[in-house]
């Protein structure tokens, strides 16, 4: 049986003059797009370029939802009440929907970002505060979530469709969690051993962590970051390594873009 991965990647996120990342490139390799939705980062004239590239690439979009942390690109924890919350996701991915219709395509899933995506892997107040606002706005709507989290078993039990997904160029702990990035070693900067790394997780589960042990982790999407240095070549190196192995790169988002 023929081995079946996503890769996605954080894209939509400059604002005005401030450039992030490189969306062009990174479409050209990524089969799933976390589109950013204005409250972490993007701005509306830049995430309608990115969706429309993203459309003419077959790249898959989902909505990339955050704290309302602009000035912290959404990475500051916020203790903010679950009604707040709700009214706040269901904002963000029905501002992404009214875009992606205006560039030709369609939501199909959500990714939180940042301090949200981390905190709800495992504060079930929030975590279902979001779970809630997905169900308001469209039932059908993949969730993304860390891969070993709670947040994968809270998501089913209120019918949503999970996958779980684990990052490229970041380490793990042997408990499958991910090493801080206030830790020394928590990001992998080198092309060749994060797609090594990545090889194994597809073909035998799980990665060596930062003690030295391997940890298993099940995941049906890898993530690659677009904002770091040489995001783009290590992303490259990822897919090639990946399909040079008869590994298949395609979005577990399927239907119509």
């Not at 205006?102 to 892997?121: D, E, F, W």
């Not at 993530?223 to 395609?250: F, K, T, W, Y």
């Amino acid at each position: 049986m023929q081995k079946i991965i996503d890769l996605n990647s954080d894209l939509g996120e400059s604002f005005g003059q401030w450039q992030m990342g490189n969306d062009d490139a990174m479409l050209n390799i990524v089969s799933s797009a976390n589109i950013a939705c204005g409250f972490h980062a993007g701005s509306p004239e830049g995430i309608l370029k990115t969706l429309k590239a993203a459309r003419q690439n077959g790249v898959v979009v989902g909505a990339h939802v955050g704290y309302p942390d602009l000035v912290g690109f959404g990475r500051r924890n916020m203790d903010i009440a679950a009604n707040e919350l709700i009214a706040d996701v269901i904002y963000q991915i029905g501002a992404l929907k009214g875009l992606a219709s205006a560039a030709g395509c369609k939501v199909q899933y959500v990714k939180p970002h940042g301090a949200l995506y981390n905190t709800i892997a495992h504060d079930k107040r929030q975590a279902m505060a979001v779970i809630d606002a997905i169900n308001a706005v469209d039932e059908k709507l993949i969730l993304v979530a860390l891969a070993g989290s709670p947040l994968i078993e809270w998501a089913k039990e209120r019918g949503l469709t999970v996958v779980a997904e684990a990052f490229a160029d970041r380490a793990y702990h042997a408990n499958g969690t991910l090493v801080s990035r206030k830790e020394a070693g928590a990001v992998l900067h080198d092309p060749v051993q994060v797609a090594q790394r990545m090889l194994q997780l597809v073909n035998e589960g799980g990665v060596i962590s930062i003690e030295g042990r391997f940890t298993p982790i099940e995941a049906g999407s890898i993530c690659v970051h677009g904002d770091s240095p040489g995001a783009v070549a290590m992303a490259q190196q990822v897919r090639e390594l990946l399909q040079q192995n008869g590994v298949s790169i395609s979005a577990f988002a399927g239907g119509a873009l």
